[in-house]
């Protein structure tokens, strides 16, 4: 199977979200086909030559062919200034502006007028306006999330009127991108039941595919760490959910927490912290400002309890299922896990009030045979149902399907 795999973004390294998705998809997907990848780069992941020429050097031991592509809104300030000041009057959501390329559409042409491609897969909806309706190759459109949902879980999370109403225009903008792009594929992709029952109840008869995030088993296992009061939480805080998740824990619930626990530990691993993150870290000696580190295995391991206090997000979350592999405890709020395979009290513990929040984490901190019973739990059903070669064999699934679906629709539209 040839396939042209479009890509908002360079998948390595993989550390973390989209990055590590899309890494081991494309991992995965060399077992059983060719793949000419076409993708944006992102200065802030590979901010030098050498780290763009390393990364190819990676990508095409598992592609046919690897290009890139500037994403202008990330060249300049200026350039980011001008892209949200278009997002602004434009009635096209921030996200396809941000990607507009008339190189990349160039290029998509000439390939699909060059090869014979048996399928194109479009790994995120922005990048849905660089194909062509009358091309007759089968396409496959992932979710990473439900982006109309995300934004407006992500204004109702803002303190700022301003930054309120410009997320609530981008949410309708979504909307009607979503309604309009999504039906146009032979399949979409979610990585959660949850969010293909949000998009096909907005948009009739799509033809879906669940395909789940995964975790590397043999990279992330169970180990023995410190025996010390220690809480984490990781993720990349250039993304909004993320800084969120890690203020609102520290403002609303870390307080409860040291109320009861004195002398534990917070860690919050991952790149770009914000300011006030910064600022807190140096008021409190008992919270631990990391900043990106290249493996985050060491600092799970030794942590007594995985938090996930997310408050806006979709999809599932690459992050929890690492630590789960780790056989990590965890206390998590509904979105945290949601998207996830996950039983409350047995995989781990759900909790949506502060008070919830803080006496869980509390309880568990203070009994390691109920965080050791949690976490063999979590480890055992990422060893079922997340290993990477399992989600690659379901995207192929998706794959076939959509071919599959092409092709009976141009039976349907023949001539008798």
């Known amino acids: 199977m040839k396939v042209l795999f479009l890509s908002q973004i360079v998948p390595y390294p993989p550390h973390g979200g989209v990055l590590q998705r899309g890494y081991n998809i494309v991992r995965e997907l060399s077992r059983e086909a060719q793949v000419h990848l076409l993708a944006f780069v992102h200065p802030d992941v590979l901010p030098t030559e050498e780290a763009c020429r ?13 290009e890139y592509f500037s994403l202008w809104p990330k060249t300049s300030s200026l350039h980011r200034i001008a892209g949200l000041a278009a997002g602004a009057v434009s009635s096209q959501p921030f996200s396809v502006l941000a990607h507009r390329s008339a190189l990349f559409q160039r290029r998509v042409a000439e ?30 459109l992932t979710h990473h999330n439900i982006e109309s949902q995300l934004m407006e879980r992500r204004a109702g999370a ?15 903008k979504l909307l009607a991108y979503e309604a309009e792009m999504s039906g146009t594929f032979d399949v979409n992709v979610f990585v959660a039941q949850t969010d293909e029952q949000t998009l096909t109840e907005r948009v009739s008869g799509l033809r879906t595919a669940v395909v789940s995030n995964g975790v590397d ?25 993320n800084r969120d998740a890690v203020m609102f824990f520290l403002n609303e619930i870390w307080p409860l927490i040291r109320n009861q626990v004195p002398d534990v530990r917070f860690f919050a691993v991952g790149q770009d912290p914000p300011k006030e993150l ?11 400002v990391t900043g990106y580190v290249n493996d985050v295995r060491p600092l799970v391991r030794d942590a007594s309890v995985y938090v996930v206090p997310l408050r806006v997000g979709g999809g599932t979350r690459l992050k929890v299922l690492d630590a789960m592999a780790m056989g990590k405890a965890m206390v998590s709020t509904s979105i945290g896990c949601e998207g996830l395979d996950v039983l ?11 008070e919830q929040f803080s006496d869980k984490t509390v309880k568990l901190l203070l009994d390691p045979s109920r965080r050791n019973t949690l976490g063999c739990a979590a480890r ?13 064999g379901q995207l192929l699934n998706a794959y076939h399907l959509a071919i599959e679906n092409r092709r009976q629709m141009v039976m349907d539209h023949s001539p008798q």
């Not at 910064?278 to 631990?288: F, S, T």
């Open 111 to 140: 390939l699909v007028a060059t090869k014979d491609f048996d399928l194109i897969h479009v790994d995120t909806i922005a990048l849905a306006q660089f194909l062509d309706q009358r091309w007759s190759i089968p396409t496959v």
């Open 158 to 172: 803002e303190s700022s009127l301003l930054a309120r109403l410009y997320l609530r225009r981008e949410t309708r």
């Open 217 to 241: 088993v043999d990279y992330f296992t169970p180990n023995r760490g410190k025996d010390s009061p220690t809480l984490i939480y990781a993720g990349g805080m250039n993304m909004f959910a």
């Open 278 to 288: 910064l600022e807190l870290a140096a008021r409190d000696p008992q919270i631990v």
């Open 54 to 66: 390393d990364s190819q050097v990676v990508l095409s031991k598992y592609c046919e062919a690897v």
């Open 344 to 354: 409350p009290d047995k995989h781990l513990l759900v909790a949506d009030s502060l």
């Open 380 to 392: 055992e059903l990422v060893e079922q149902r997340y290993s990477w070669r399992m989600i690659g």
